[in-house]
């Protein structure tokens, strides 16, 4: 989570002097070309340095004390922009390119760079400005983005013919990426249709090819993004044929079978989870990568179809004399009279919050425990009000005024923590509070999940956050769990232990409720 506020940098076309950063670890990094906007996180507090360099003509940002270990590397750009990339200056220092396209400047004057937090950046670029004097505004760019479309796509394998609008196909391939319990291939449009074929015994090599009738590749789906060599899988292949799309795996020596499974849970979650037939995916190594590069992280992604007989992941023991409630009657009854508890679901959007093991990022985690959270309090009598209800990006103040605005009776704050991924031995409960009243509450719901969760305890503390200071009712931060933790990670990305989690947290509300009104 983010806990400061950073200031300003600015750019005058030469290497800018910068006080000293904290080591850091580049954790996230996106370049929304529609706003002309790169934004990144780092896991500690940074001072970039920018400059503008010429022939070619690139915007340089270096963080210094800073390694990469954001997975992606490099990005593509069009219309102006030739790409952004990322790499290792030096041991000390990570740097950020953004190249302009050949026939293109910008006026280093009008180059934001800022800190929206001490851990999360964005760099605002002007207008483009071609050599003609003309600009490239972002309706210039719409026509250049289309021709390019085509280009991108032919390049996911050299026997493409280039790819159908999704408006021409029932569904199109998005992204392919490896997850905790395998891979996804993650679609939009239609729940897609799938025809599977194996490679017979005589074939020189093991391959399973998934075919999706009535579907297109996406333009952004090009070889880099696909996860080779994750799993025992040596290489993805994805083709475009008439109207369908071929998705070819070629299989290790040690590789078990896969079967694909449609998941089709909500239109944002949509697509063909891939897992090994009978095998814990604990069980499988990653193959053929070379000794000199590191495997792309897993993409948080749970997925356990009905029926999956996987061995369960071993939860954290509770103690025998705490029983988990067999039915919401079990729960703390609440008095008669309106209760309102506003609930605040950490980052979101644009801010993935704490980026830690895996890849795993603040907000997929605390999200759903936020939703049950509400859900139980609900069904309680309790009225609940969320500072957001969708993965979208809510500034510091506005999450106080829901609540202001509720005039609720009590403020809670969901976050994941995080610490550098060089120290995954810190695990555990964290929650803190500002006001006196707000210690009372904190501490009724930290022992309730301890004894619940039975979790490494890091103690009630009491912080100046702003969401917990601004607030006028008992307010009170919770950190469920190091997102860089060895131990807290497998917990983190479990659904069942969430949806513990969500309990514990709805107990520990209700009883203070119990106690105090």
Do not use: C
Not at 197 to 202: G, M, N, T
Not at 308 to 327: I, K, Y
Not at 347 to 372: N, T
């Amino acid at each position: 989570m983010s806990r400061l506020t950073a200031g300003v940098v600015g750019i005058v076309g030469a290497a800018l002097i910068a006080l000293p950063a904290e080591a850091a670890n580049l954790q996230f990094w996106r370049f929304d070309q529609q706003e002309n906007r790169l934004t990144f996180t780092t896991d500690t507090q940074v001072q970039p340095r920018a400059q503008l360099i010429f022939n070619p003509t690139r915007l340089v940002i270096d963080l210094p004390d800073t390694q990469v270990t954001s997975s992606t590397t490099r990005q593509r750009l069009q219309a102006g922009l030739q790409e952004v990339r990322v790499g290792q200056l030096d041991a000390q220092t990570a740097r950020i390119v953004i190249e302009l396209a050949p026939g293109y400047t910008l006026d280093p004057q009008q180059v934001q760079v800022r800190g929206e937090t001490n851990r999360r950046w964005f760099v605002q670029l002007p207008d483009l400005i071609a050599d003609d004097g003309s600009i490239a505004a972002n309706t210039d760019r719409s026509e250049q983005t289309a021709q390019a479309t085509n280009q991108s796509t032919n390049q996911v394998t050299d026997d493409n013919n280039g790819a159908s609008n999704l408006s021409d196909t029932a569904t199109q391939v998005q992204s392919i990426v490896a997850t905790a319990d395998g891979f996804f291939i993650r679609v939009a449009g239609k729940a897609p249709e799938i025809r599977l074929r194996r490679s017979r015994r005589r074939d020189p090599e093991r391959k399973i090819i998934f075919e999706l009738p009535n579907s297109s590749i996406a333009p952004n789906l090009t070889p880099e993004a696909l996860p080779n060599n994750r799993y025992s899988i040596e290489t993805w292949e994805v083709s475009q044929t008439d109207s369908s799309v071929l998705i070819a795996i070629t299989l290790g020596d040690d590789s078990p079978d896969w079967r694909a499974i449609v998941t089709d849970i909500s239109p944002n979650f949509r697509g063909i989870a891939v897992l090994p037939d009978g095998v814990a995916i604990r069980d499988i190594p990653d193959s053929g990568a070379p000794r000199d590069t590191v495997p792309a992280p897993a993409d948080p992604i749970t997925i356990r179809p009905p029926g999956d007989n996987l061995p369960p992941r071993e939860l954290p023991r509770r103690p025998s004399s705490v029983e988990e409630p067999s039915d919401s009657n079990a729960l703390p009854q609440v008095p008669q009279g309106r209760i309102v508890v506003a609930l605040d679901p950490g980052h979101g959007g644009r801010d993935p919050g704490a980026v830690g093991i895996g890849g795993l990022q603040e907000k997929q985690v605390i999200f759903p425990i936020s939703q049950q959270v509400a859900s139980i309090l609900r069904e309680q009598g309790v009225e609940v009000v969320m500072t957001r209800n969708s993965d979208i990006e809510v500034d510091l103040d506005p999450r106080v005024q829901v609540a202001e605005r509720a005039n609720a009776d009590l403020f809670v704050s969901l976050h994941a923590n995080a610490i550098s991924l060089s120290r995954p031995d810190v695990n555990g409960l964290e929650t803190y509070y500002y006001s006196d009243a707000g210690a009372r509450f904190a501490r009724t719901v930290h022992d309730t999940v301890l004894r619940t969760m039975g979790m490494s305890d890091r103690q009630v503390r009491q912080a100046r956050f702003y969401v917990i200071r601004q607030t006028s009712m008992p307010a009170i931060l919770i950190e469920v769990g190091f997102v860089t933790g060895a131990e807290d990670i497998h917990n983190l990305r479990d659904p069942e232990w969430r949806s513990r989690m969500a309990n514990a947290i709805a107990q520990g509300i209700l009883t203070h409720i119990q106690r105090e009104f």
